[in-house]
Every structure is written in structure tokens, then in C-alpha cells.
């Protein structure tokens, strides 16, 4: 039987929240998954985060360490669902008994756990950095796949973007699927509100919708919230770069001056870097 919310077994700063459609997994996703128990436990609390129908008995008898949190099915099977679970309140929520949450990909791998010291920081988000790459220009942070959010900040935001602008709106829109019912919430918003800045809200929401969800939550936190939420803080990459790598890994390693980072994202796509670092099985 999976927790209702994530609550901390003693007083605790940060949780992990490793999700996962299934627990067939192959050798990588193990690969992941037993490192970050292993670095991670018993210092901070592991969540296992998976579809609610989802029977994770074996699983979480073969790993104590993790504790299972369920979700509605409706967040996962695909990029988009996982998406619209990132972007949820009912999510965060979840945590809200924690100061922060990391949130791990099973095709991310953590070296060592500093992750205490990047909370000190003074991040509401981090993530591994983007840089220009393969005739791409795009800058920034970060990736979602392995990354800290501040939960109080994310919820202060998601809660924004969820509010329904007036009651008769309220009763509507809960009769809409997800990208309606944001979408109807920003033309229903008030005049004054847009001069307040609601504008500026209903630009970064309606733009991300736009894309369909298929730029990516981490696009989003990354890219949007700040310009037009001042207070809402996103580590620079060079800051970053010590966190996590993701893309170009070579390059952000000689950015880092030879150093391994705390974790990574996406190895499995890069084993001909990550190989060197990463016990991988064999034929995998």
C-alpha cells in the first residue's frame, strides 16, 4: 500500500522521487536505481513515484529502502503525461513536507551526494545545463531528469497557473481536459489582472501549451518561469555545470576542469563517455 503524501521519517530537508511507468526494467534503469539507493539511503527518503495501478510488491520487497508514493495513471505512458505530472500541484503537494525534492530519472546516476550543499545554494531550481550543441543555441538550465526543485516555490507557481481566474470559469474548466482547461483559464483572466502581470503569466503558459507539452516540463521551469516570476531563482550554468551533466558530456567534464559532477542524466545514450565512469553490465 502506497502513502498518500510523502512525509518525512524523521526530520528531513529533502526527498528523491525516482518515477517510473513500470518496474520491468532493464539493466540501465537497474543500473540507476540501485546506485542511487546505495548513495542516497538511508540519508534522505527515496519515493518510488508510479502509476497507482501499478503492483510494485516485488519491487519494493527486493528495495527496502524505498517507500512508495502513487500517482494517478493518467501521469504516465509518455512524455506529455509525464509532463502534465511535473507541472501538477497535486504533485508537489505530495512533498510539501520537505524543503526541497530531487527529482531522478531511472537513466540518471549520482556519483556522490552533495546534495545538502546545493540546497544551501539559494536554488528554487537546478538542473544539469544546456548548451549550445549540434547547431543548437539553446542555453541554460536545466534538465529535468535529474534535478532539485524547491517544493515551496514550485508549488507557489503550479498553484498560480491552476487558480481559475472567476468561479463560473472554476465550474467550466473542471469539465475540460488539461490543455482546455489551462488554456480557457488565460482568455477568462481579468483585464486588470494581464496589466498586473497576468499577461505575462497567460504568454509563458500559453506558449509552453502551445508546443503541446513536447518541449519538455524541464523547458518550462528552466526557460519560462523566471522572466516572469523575478523571484523565482534558476542556478546559471556555470553554476550548474558541477551538478549534473546531461547533454555533451565531454564538454561540460573539460568545463568542469576534469572533475566528475555530483550525478548525470541520459548515460545510457552516451556510454561511449559515461563507460569510463559507470559500471555498466555486460552485453548491456
Known sequence: MGVTAAEPSRPRRIA???????????????????????????????????????????????????????????????????????????????????????????????FRDEIDAWCDAGYDFLGAPWIPHDGM??????????????????????RMLEAPPTSAAGRLARRLPYRARAALRIALTPVAARIRGGQARSEALLGYLNRGFDAGEDYFWGLRVAPWQPWFR?????DAVPFAFDLEPARLYEMNGGVLPMACHGWPASLDFWGRFIDVPAGS
Open 16 to 110: 528523491v522521487a525516482i518515477t517510473t511507468h513500470t518496474v520491468d526494467l532493464g539493466p540501465h534503469e537497474r543500473v540507476s536505481l540501485e546506485r542511487v539507493i546505495e548513495v542516497l539511503s538511508p540519508a534522505h527518503d527515496l519515493y518510488l513515484v508510479v502509476p497507482a495501478s501499478l503492483d510494485v510488491t516485488a519491487t519494493l520487497d527486493r528495495y527496502p529502502a524505498l517507500r512508495h508514493l502513487p500517482m494517478g495513471d493518467e501521469f504516465f505512458g509518455g512524455r506529455r503525461a509525464h509532463n502534465r505530472l511535473l507541472l501538477a500541484s497535486t504533485f508537489y503537494e505530495r512533498f510539501a513536507g520537505y524543503e526541497f525534492m530531487m527529482v531522478h530519472h531511472l537513466d540518471a546516476y549520482v
Open 137 to 158: 543555441s539553446l542555453s541554460g538550465v536545466g534538465n529535468g531528469g535529474l534535478s532539485l526543485r524547491r517544493v515551496a516555490s514550485f508549488l507557489r507557481v503550479v
Open 234 to 238: 534558476v542556478a546559471p550554468v556555470d
